[in-house]
């Protein structure tokens, strides 16, 4: 089935394509729709610069580089940076990019598209000095068609300009530039319409399911007959169901032709986070018994419901939503899209436990929704963060009124194919909440998602979810979404007789990862932003025993006990699963980055990482922090998170000093001690049986480095990523926890360093560098390779340290 395999994937290191830096050629082929990678070859400026949308400019001194880009990470950290350290503190500006390519004579009979998955922000496209379009939001994906103005057979030029120079416009890191893929697609003149397919299941059941397709063809040729055939393909790639359809259509140029078809599919196997089982719908297009497009959808079978007493229930099993919040930024790499990056972050979600992602607060990228089909998230799918009303001076408000509509409609035709996504949120804490505006917006942004969507529910993330709520009156929204207010989660049926809930936004609990302060049993609350009188601590840190907490939020285990009591509660979201550049509440400058997630920004976990995991998983848990150096007889609380057991006990130096059990709603166990430097052992027991046995050691001076991949081998692709994370050990292998040691990193072999971190909030070093400072004893350099296959050598070394060096290969 050559058409079929014709079809490029457009999941990023999947694809593929033949590109010289500068000068691109689209070849000939018998393909009837091509799909190609458009990143390689791209010249670069920052700043403005006159006539450079002419094809007769002069680039040849910009700099050559691939997409995604973001140039802001490449910058220098500063509080007089107008972004502000909310905004992660990075330079904004304006950038310029062209990119020549060339399409062959043989093409004039296809139609040419670019398409873009974000650009930030306020984009402008031309080709061949012919503006095509402009675009404010840099969240949004967008295409222009090319082909009236290409030169067949000769040079083309892409120039766009990117504007994100007035600030601030966002409340945290956005990031600069073409930061997502660009893809260059090419059809025939009767062809599936850009997001041109809509499936849903009904009538499913483990015997048999309904799939209904609507296809959208674009046609600009005169024909007599048109079809379409659609086969459904499992995941092993063998056909399981078919159908086809040929209607007579008469000299219809430039018209728009719909196919509706119904596919019955036998014993389906359904999707689920725990079994995220995806089939592949292929469509192919004929004209007058010629094929002439074939066009791929994702397919995952699954029915759910939100009930006003049970909650939420996926293939009608009860199913608690545990969920994050992110942002889109990937760390010290910025908001430059990398599948594995992204990939990665998802996989430590779902080792924690996790099986939900809220993107907040704006469309993800493709490739988000790509990968929480694959590995089973549940998505809320957010459009804005703000409406008609500024949140900060110069954000989307802006724009709202001219854009909003077409913004929404693209992120609901881009996504409502994939079957993780089971929310729409058209708001997060919009400021009209209590303005009777939302009483007129609302209902707009619903009609506009159920004009493409029925299939599933509509919310918006309230703080101020009480019944003044506007949004609430409106009655637009299917779920009433809590940010917060976690204490009055038992009174929601109270407040809203036989509505549906969610809690979009939760905790927001603030943890430094490594950093320790006694006692741990009193909660700290750090006063709101605007009153300059902040109580903290002089180097900026947060203490990570989960007791600090900003006047709006609730700790990690406070909110998870009042969440797990209700079934009608369906489930929630933290602030956040992964810290992220900007808003570094509780403080400001120096810090530059968050303290609310669950991971650091390198992605080393925190400790409430195993809290989460004893609690959302069934892999046996026991985790006893914090480290253990500290000044002879200074009071250390030891803590424990644990599941699969009845008891823990700890002892120091092989004595016992006690055993402790949860009683009650208690997640954790804590003992009080003297500290004593030596060996602290637990054990946990079930019926009396050992479980599980950790142990942590009083750690001498760093004496060496240790050089740990998560991936040893990678693809030769120029996007595949290594993180490597360094560990400052003592002579006997214990990490000292409070190592800071300068680390420098050299590397041999056809990779280099794309980026390096190492989860400190305050640092100001940069990102793009050969060296990092380690943070209480770790860091971490990511490696990212290119495309030729061989050996590629990393060695760390640090005065006074044994050096470490590790081998990855790329193939």
Known sequence: MPAIKAILCRVGKLSFLLLVPVLFTLKSSAQVRSIINFDKGWHFHLGDTTNAEQSTFTDANWRVLNL???????????????????????????????????????????????????????????????????????????????????????????????????????????????????????????????WGTYVTTSEVSAQSAKVDLKVKIRNNVSLSKIGIETKIYDALGKIVAAVGNIISKKDQQDSIINFDQVIPLDKPILWSVDHPYLYKIVTQVTVDGKMVDDYTTPLGIRYFNFDADKGFSLNGKHLKILGVCDHHD???????????????????????????????????????????????????????????????????????????????????????????????????????????????????????????????????????????????KSGAIDLIGYNYHEYDYAKFHDRYPGKKFIATETTSD??????????????RIWPSRGDDKFVGNADNTVSAYDNVRPPWGSTHEATWKAMKKYNMLSGFFIWTGWDYLGEPTPYSWPSRSSY???????????????????????????????H???????????????????????????????????????????????????????????????????????????????????????????????????????????????????????????????????????????????????????ALAIVQAKETPGNITFTATADGLQPATITIKAK
């Open 68 to 194: 995604p880009h973001d140039w802001s990470v490449e910058g220098t950290f500063s509080k007089d940076n107008p972004a502000t350290p909310e905004g992660g503190a990075l330079p904004g500006g304006i950038g310029w990019y062209r990119k020549t390519f060339t399409v062959p004579v043989s093409a004039k009979s296809k139609l040419i598209y670019i398409d873009f998955d974000g650009v930030y922000q306020k984009s402008t496209v031309w080709v061949n000095g012919h503006e095509l379009g402009f675009r404010p939001n840099g969240y949004i994906s967008f295409r222009y068609e090319l082909t009236p103005y290409l030169n067949f057979g000769g040079q083309n030029t892409i120039a766009v300009k990117v504007d994100n120079s007035v600030q601030p416009n966002s409340r945290w890191y956005s990031g600069s530039g073409i930061y997502r893929n660009v893809w260059l697609v090419t059809t025939g003149k009767t062809a599936i319409d850009h």
């Open 330 to 472: 990937l760390g010290s790499l910025g908001s430059a899209l990398n599948y594995r990056a992204l990939e990665r972050q998802l996989q430590e979600l779902k080792e924690m436990g996790c099986n939900a992602i809220r993107t907040s607060h704006n469309p993800p990228a493709p490739e988000l929704l790509e990968l929480t089909d694959k590995m089973g998230f549940i998505v809320m799918d957010e459009a804005f963060d703000c409406w008609e009303w500024a949140k900060v001076k110069y954000d989307y408000h802006l724009y709202f009124k001219q854009w909003h509509k077409r913004d929404l409609e693209d992120q609901v035709l881009r996504d409502r194919n994939h079957p993780s996504v089971i929310i729409w949120s058209i708001g997060n804490e919009i400021p009209q909440q209590a303005d009777t505006s939302a009483l007129r917006i609302a209902p707009d942004l619903a009609a506009i998602v159920h004009s493409l969507d029925k299939t599933r529910p509509i919310t918006t993330a309230n703080d101020r979810p009480d019944t003044n709520n506007k949004i609430v």
């Open 510 to 523: 603030l943890q430094t990862r490594g950093h320790y302060d006694m006692p741990s049993d009193s909660i």
């Open 596 to 626: 609310f997630g669950i991971i650091d920004l390198a992605g080393f976990p925190k400790d409430v990482y195993y809290m989460y995991q004893s609690e959302w998983t069934n892999k046996p848990v026991l985790h006893i922090f914090p």
């Open 628 to 778: 253990w150096n500290w000044t002879p007889g200074q009071t250390i609380d030891i803590w424990a998170y644990y599941n699969h057991a009845d008891e823990v006990e700890l002892y120091v130096n092989g004595k016992s000093v006690g055993i402790k059990k949860k009683t009650g709603d208690d997640l954790h166990v804590m003992w009080r001690l003297k500290f004593e430097p030596g060996t602290l052992k637990a054990v946990s027991r079930k019926d009396g049986k050992v479980v599980l046995t950790q142990k942590i050691h009083t750690a001498g001076k760093p004496a060496k480095i240790e050089l740990n991949a998560d991936r040893s081998v990678i693809n030769a692709d120029g996007k595949d990523l290594s993180f490597v994370t360094v560990k400052i050990l003592d002579k006997d292998g214990n990490v000292v926890p409070d190592a800071s040691n300068l680390v420098n990193f050299k590397i041999n072999g056809n990779a280099f360093i794309a980026s390096v971190d190492n989860g400190d909030p305050v640092s100001h070093d940069p990102f793009k560098a050969d060296y990092r400072k380690a943070f209480n004893g770790l």
